[in-house]
């Protein structure tokens, strides 16, 4: 079965530039999470969406970065302008939340983003 | 907000030995989840306890939940070199709503062969 697809896996870019990660979660899962992982803040959750709707985007950092869940099967996230501190790992994940209890994530083997 | 605390922060052991990581929590929770991450790699689901579960097994995994101290452990028997790699604790809390965890900052462990 495939698991969570991301790309591109790395990316390297100059500031100021726009930058698109894009995420296909397992199919038939109705959660799907954003998140950016560095050494100093750990894991830290940007925003999710479940049956394509953002539920929360509180983790977002600023207004520089917009994601998009257009269907099911696609979701983006864009950061325009990027800056080098936004040099991070960020991670997709998908989940079938359909009862009681948070379900077990997901999780795509990430894009390693560089700002330079 | 960080949610749980993973103790150690790092663990160096030799191959066989086993390894014991521990996990607190703030705010009540509907479960409690393990995950691995290898170097350069995504989170991978380890195991899942349930709030009313106090011990789960799976193959060489052993986890514990005490909700009255809001702690939990993991042990890993026999340990391989290839259990090497950080080790993540996850919360779901009441009213964390669709689905949402809350992740420590993981226990990065090292098997010497």
Redesign the interface.
């Given at each position: 079965d495939a698991g969570?697809i991301q790309s591109p896996r790395h990316e390297v870019t100059e500031m100021g530039q726009e930058v698109t990660l894009r995420c296909k979660p397992i199919s038939g899962h109705n959660?799907l999470?954003w998140y950016r992982q560095t050494m100093m803040r750990?894991?830290e959750?940007l925003i999710?969406f479940?049956n394509n709707v953002p539920?929360?985007d509180s983790g977002m950092p600023e207004d520089r970065f917009s994601a998009k869940m257009p269907n099911a099967s696609f979701s983006t996230l864009k950061i325009q302008p990027s800056e080098p501190r936004d040099s991070a790992v960020y991670?997709c994940?998908s989940?079938f939340?359909g009862g009681?209890?948070?379900?077990?994530?997901?999780?795509?083997?990430?894009t390693r983003l560089s700002i330079l | 907000s960080q949610q749980g605390e993973e103790d150690p922060q790092a663990l160096s052991i030799q191959e066989g030995e086993n390894a014991t990581m521990n996990c607190s929590y703030k705010t009540s929770i509907n479960n409690l989840q393990w995950y691995r991450q290898n170097s350069g790699r995504g989170l991978v689901h380890l195991i899942l306890i349930r709030s009313n579960e106090r011990e789960k097994h799976s193959g060489r995994l052993r986890v514990t939940l005490d909700t009255s101290k809001k702690s939990s452990s993991l042990l890993i028997t026999a340990s391989r070199a290839a259990d090497t790699a950080s080790y993540f604790c996850a919360t779901g809390n009441y009213g964390g709503s669709q689905g949402n965890l809350i992740f420590g900052k993981g226990t990065k462990l090292s098997v010497k062969p």
């Open positions: 969570v959660s999470f750990g894991l959750l999710y479940n539920i929360d991670f994940a989940s939340q009681f209890g948070n379900q077990p994530q997901h999780f795509g083997d990430g | -």
